[in-house]
Each structure stands twice: as structure tokens, then as C-alpha cells.
């Protein structure tokens, strides 16, 4: 599944602009590269959602509803996230690695369950769907799919 988002990914030049949204591609390329990190076991975070809101959540992740444009993560927050990476071809690297991470996770841990900021815990499924949603999310936002 990720492997068709990686290609579109490659199309992706350090002066595309987004549509909406204050991230470079560079940018972009590194948020996904953190939400990767989440679900191969690398980064851990709290929910902020409280458990009875998670029911709810977890149906919307399941629908086929995009990713709401200009939504403001409430562990990042409004601002730009400093650039961690030397460019985006090294980012665009990085990501590669951490996909294949998350493959090799849970193959080794199949009933892992890492959580989600939003969502809370989540299975390999769930985290499929995450993946699906918030690549074809951040693809639409810089043109390279509809």
C-alpha cells in the first residue's frame, strides 16, 4: 500500500508548494516521516483524547471521510516543526526506511498496538488506514493526486 504513495512521493520537488497549509514539501515529507515513527514503536506518545471520544474517532478513521484540510494537531501545533533532515531527498530516504520499520514491527510484533495521538491505541489495521488516509491527505495537499 505505501509502496504506490512512495512513488507519487518521488514526483515531489524541494519548491512544490502546498495548496493549503504552511508545511514545505520538506516539511511534509519529515510529519510523515514522525507519524511512521509512531506506529513502527520508535516514537511514543499519550492520547489527548479522552477514552469516550475514542469510539467516535476510531469511526471516523474507519470511514472513508479524508483528513479534514488546515487541521491543527494538537501535539504539534500551529507552528512549523524545525527541519531535522540535511534535504528532502535524505528525508524522502529516511521515510523509505522507516515504512519498511513498520512492515518489519509488526511482522515481529503482530498483536502490537502502538498509540496514536488522536486515535489512541491502535492495531496494524488501524494504522493501515491511519497511513492510507494521512499520505493521500498530505499528496493532495502538494498536487501529486486528487
Not at 495548496?19 to 516539511?27: D, E, N, P, R
Not at 499519550?46 to 467516535?56: D, F, G, H, S
Not at 498509540?115 to 492510507?132: A, P
Request: hydrophobic share 35%.
Amino acid at each position: 500500500m505505501l509502496d504506490s504513495f512512495l512513488k507519487k512521493l518521488e514526483e515531489l520537488k524541494p519548491d512544490k508548494k502546498a495548496l493549503w497549509g504552511k508545511m514545505t514539501a520538506q516539511h511534509m515529507v519529515e510529519h510523515l516521516i514522525y507519524t511512521m515513527q509512531i506506529s513502527n514503536g520508535k516514537l511514543k506518545f499519550q492520547c489527548v483524547n479522552p477514552p469516550e471520544r475514542l469510539t467516535a474517532l476510531k469511526s471516523f478513521l474507519l470511514s472513508s471521510k479524508p483528513f479534514p484540510r488546515l487541521y491543527i494537531n494538537p501535539v504539534i501545533g500551529p507552528d512549523l516543526v524545525e527541519l531535522k533532515y540535511t534535504d528532502i531527498e535524505e528525508a524522502k530516504d529516511k521515510l523509505k526506511d522507516e515504512i519498511s520499520d513498520y512492515y518489519d514491527y509488526f511482522q515481529q510484533n503482530p498483536g502490537a498496538k502502538p498509540i496514536h495521538m488522536i486515535f489512541g491505541e491502535l492495531n496494524k489495521e488501524e494504522w493501515d488506514m491511519v497511513h492510507q488516509k494521512h499520505f493521500t491527505h498530505h499528496l493532495t495537499q502538494f498536487g501529486l493526486i486528487e
